[in-house]
């Protein structure tokens, strides 16, 4: 196996850090883990995005506060969606969606101007424009493929769009920093040399935002997997999206580079309670499971009662339940 010398954050990610992610699906993995550990994260306001200028766009209107009309959605299959987001923000009726899009950007206004960190996982630098009016799009939402072109982006356009919502990050967050990274997921869809092609712009366009911004920083996650791990025996079935051992071992470098190690004691700490929580025993009205809840509700208190910045609630509640 090759290994990569993946040096530490200047400022490693601590527990009082605000972390946003935003992002491809690859995104969700690293916040799913972030979460789980109980760090103080938003992930993907928007939903899942895997093209950079919509990345780009998003972060600009969690900065400028942009509020969505209901002219701005569209319906199709007996949905309203919007072609900013994911699908997860359509729904039948236009105003649930509406309120569901704006109370999700309220949320990452309010949090991207104290946030610590802002990783970016770009997936793919293919983009959608309708061809009605030129517009990019986010999601296609399973609209015809007559309706769209699709472009692959060029190295500089991409620098260009994103360096200019860096700018406005940091004119409004000073303290931020940025964290790229590049999705391991083969995008097989645009075929094996263009997802390559698409990949390789991306990680040009990143370093290129890397070496301009002394606050931007790079994990590299799709070299951990293409190039370290580099079996297929590290992909599911569909031989695109990495599995979990694969997911694991990036978690694994990503907590030994990014986060600090002053921290490492109380993750353990964190994903032991975690664990604990997650138990299903056969029998649970023995002395013995409430023997054992017990102690793990004293170990949740005295936990918080250290590390107050750490929210042990839901686990809590359980254990004295």
Same mark, same amino acid.
């Given at each position: 196996?090759?290994? %990569? ?16 992610? %935003? ?15 109980? @760090? ?9 995005? @895997? ?68 990783? %970016? ?43 200019? /919502? ?92 990014? %986060? ?14 975690? /664990? ?6 056969? @029998? ?7 023997? @054992? ?29």
């Amino acid at each position: 196996m090759l290994s %990569i010398d993946i040096p530490q954050l200047p400022q490693p990610i601590i527990y009082t850090d605000n972390i946003m992610l %935003i992002g491809s699906c690859f995104t969700e993995h690293i916040y799913d883990r972030l979460q789980q550990h109980k @760090f103080k994260v938003l992930s993907n306001p928007h939903g899942i995005l @895997f093209n950079p200028l919509s990345v780009a766009s998003s972060l600009d209107g969690y900065i400028n506060g942009r509020i969505y009309q209901k002219d701005s959605l569209f319906c199709l299959n007996e949905l309203w969606n919007s072609w900013d987001h994911h699908t997860r923000f359509s729904d039948v009726d236009a105003d649930t969606a509406l309120n569901n899009i704006n109370s999700s950007q309220a949320a990452a206004t309010e949090f991207i101007h104290k946030a610590d960190w802002v990783i %970016i996982t770009l997936g793919s630098a293919f983009q959608y424009y309708l061809k009605e009016n030129g517009s990019p799009v986010a999601n296609n939402h399973r609209a015809p493929a007559q309706w769209f072109e699709k472009r692959l982006l060029a190295v500089d356009e991409i620098a260009a769009k994103l360096g200019a /919502t860096l700018h406005g990050l940091f004119a409004a967050n000073p303290p931020a920093n940025v964290l790229f990274t590049i999705s391991p997921v083969r995008h097989i869809r645009d075929g094996v040399i263009d997802n390559n092609r698409s990949k390789a712009r991306l990680i040009e366009a990143v370093h290129i935002l890397c070496s301009q911004f002394e606050q931007a920083h790079y994990f590299p996650a799709y070299e951990l997997v293409v190039d370290v791990l580099r079996d297929y025996r590290y992909y599911d079935i569909d031989l695109v999206h990495p599995n979990y051992p694969a997911t694991t071992y990036v978690w694994e470098r990503f907590a030994e580079a990014c %986060i600090s190690p002053s921290v490492h004691d109380i993750m353990q700490q964190v994903q032991d309670i975690m /664990t604990a929580r997650s138990h299903r025993p056969r @029998f649970p009205q023995t002395e013995a499971h409430k023997k @054992f809840k017990l102690a793990y509700a004293e170990k949740a208190k005295q936990l918080m009662n250290k590390h107050p910045y750490i929210n042990l609630g839901e686990e809590l509640k359980y254990f004295q339940g």
